[in-house]
């Protein structure tokens, strides 16, 4: 969803995108974090783990086999509040 706001814990994200039509035979789904490529597969659920506080950006491109982005979703900011270590 966008703009929401993850509380506390170890900074764990799940994404799940779907396509519809269904990825054709040899596309995948990247998870990008801050345009940055995170994860790659063909099912659309990923999980990130300690990502750092503050805001970022996902976004799901589909690739085909030789890396040709066919289509993007639109991208979700999402905040991370942690409970910092200072004492």
Known sequence: ???????????SISVSAFSKP???K???MILL????????NSSGRF???NIN???HSLRVDIQDSKGKTHASSSPV???VKRHSSRH
């Open 53 to 55: 506080r503050g805001s």
């Open 33 to 40: 974090l801050n345009n940055a490529q995170a994860q790659e």
């Open 77 to 79: 900011t999402v905040h």
């Open 47 to 49: 999980t990130l783990s």
């Open 1 to 11: 969803k966008n703009e929401a706001t993850i509380q506390g814990g170890e900074g």
């Open 22 to 24: 269904r990825l054709m």
């Open 26 to 28: 040899g596309h995948k």
